[in-house]
């Protein structure tokens, strides 16, 4: 299959796919759920669907399971939507990048805070002036009052 029909593809079953959890799963134990990419095999036999939840690694727990009891639905209606001659196999799959990206912050946020603590708060210098050429001209005389 094509780069850019593959591509198409996967945009098409993410907007879906988040449609589908947001609006019509009525699993209370699905938390605020973010589909987070797609990636598409070029057979179009497997789909990975890339998710991650706001809350703590219970509530993680929790929407995994909800999200592999709901993925035959989930599937049958992106294949509804396609107009293909197959529907891909989908998998959902945690997405570990958006929790990493939140430890980083966390670390840079601790270290700034231990920075300052040895340091004490940083306060920032004189703006540098700019540098002119001087001129030859005088000042400009001050308006008569």
Same mark, same amino acid.
């Given at each position: 299959?094509?780069? &850019?029909?593959?591509? &198409? /593809? ?14 019509? /799963? ?5 938390? /605020?759920? +973010?589909?987070?990419?797609?990636? /598409? %095999?070029?057979?179009?036999? $497997?789909?990975? $669907?890339?998710?991650?939840? #706001?809350?703590? %690694?219970?509530?993680?727990?929790? +929407? ?11 599937? &049958?209606?992106?294949?509804?939507? #396609? ?6 196999? #989908?998998?959902?799959?945690? %997405? ?10 966390? $670390?840079?946020? %601790? #270290? ?8 004490? *708060?940083? +306060? ?6 700019? +540098? ?5 001209? *005088? ?7």
């Amino acid at each position: 299959m094509k780069e &850019r029909r593959i591509q &198409r /593809l996967q945009e098409q079953i993410k907007a879906r796919v988040a449609e589908i959890v947001m609006h019509e /799963l009525a699993d209370p134990k699905i938390g /605020l759920v +973010t589909i987070a990419r797609i990636e /598409l %095999d070029k057979e179009f036999t $497997v789909c990975k $669907v890339f998710w991650s939840v #706001l809350g703590d %690694d219970k509530q993680r727990a929790r +929407t995994n399971g909800a999200l592999q009891r709901a993925r035959g639905f989930v599937q &049958r209606e992106v294949g509804y939507s #396609l107009h293909t001659r197959t529907v891909p196999h #989908l998998e959902f799959v945690f %997405d570990e990048s958006i929790a990493g990206v939140i430890r980083m912050q966390q $670390v840079i946020g %601790d #270290l700034k805070k231990e920075r300052e603590a040895r340091t004490g *708060p940083e +306060t920032p210098g004189p703006a540098p002036q700019p +540098t002119t050429e001087p001129t030859t001209e *005088p000042p400009p005389e001050p308006p008569a009052t």
